[in-house]
């Protein structure tokens, strides 16, 4: 019999692919790490395993707690699938803006949606109803477990699958736990790896990468980590988006389409370089937003 495998063992390990129609430079490599193939279809999973794990070991939570936690949309629907697989009670806030697809997802993993005016909101309403009222607030913005998983798991499966031989790592700043784990365990394997962060032009709506007022700013994000951060326009990330899956095949988000877009760029000025990119999530998570019309 083939091996059996539980639900959380198929978090990770997920495959690099070349970006090669779009690419400009014939004499760099890009790749992209296909997140999408988590059972919860994101990077998200990653951490949620990570932060709910690692709670669970420390017995701050136990079968039977309430858990709530602001999201845009990946991290809820990661942590809503896993924390059934816990016994956990789950609420999640998100901005009102969120598409149908992500707030059903939640919901069919048993999870209570509240919506929000904005994620800034989402987090005010999560932390204060956890004061209040006796939730437990993950909170992936300030946890250490949220970059801890991709200390462990991303950022070793990439170096791993490129022979060490990755120059560049380019990915798009949300909660900043990817860019900051994955760029601790670069930097550990050759400080010479350039880690490039993505961030939204002034006015830009890009959902998974964001422009964080100062007060909101992720308390885990540490600039010294970032060698370079590209803003990305939303008509850039859009454009990008929809030329990936049409040119390369490959049915990403908006924040991949961003990440994608950094890496083109990134590659019109080196000689040589092997560059691999996030590809956060599948398009199919966006389809009732037009992003794809």
Partial sequence: MSKLFNLLDLVGNTPLVEIKNLNPNPNVKIYGKLEGDNPGGSVKDRAAKNMIQSALERGEIKRGSRLIEATSGNTGIALAMIARLYGLEIELAMPSNSTLERIQTMEAFGAKVTLT?????????????????????LNQFENPDNYLAHYKSTGPEIYKDTDGHITHFVSSMGTTGTIMGTSMYLKEQNPAIQIVGCQPTEGSKIPGIRRWPIEYRPKIYQPERVDLIMDI????????????????????????????????????????????????????RYLSSGLFA
Wanted: with cysteine; hydrophobic share 40%; charged share 30%.
């Fill in 117 to 137: 005016e904005t994620i800034e909101s989402a987090r005010d309403y999560a932390l204060d109803k956890a004061e209040k009222e006796g939730y437990f607030v």
């Fill in 233 to 284: 326009s939303e008509a850039e990330a859009t454009e990008t988006t929809r030329k990936l899956a049409k040119v390369d095949g490959i049915f990403g988000g908006m924040s991949s389409g961003g990440a994608v877009a950094a890496s083109l760029r990134l590659a019109q000025t080196l000689d040589t370089g092997l560059i691999v990119c996030i590809i956060c999530d599948r398009g199919d």
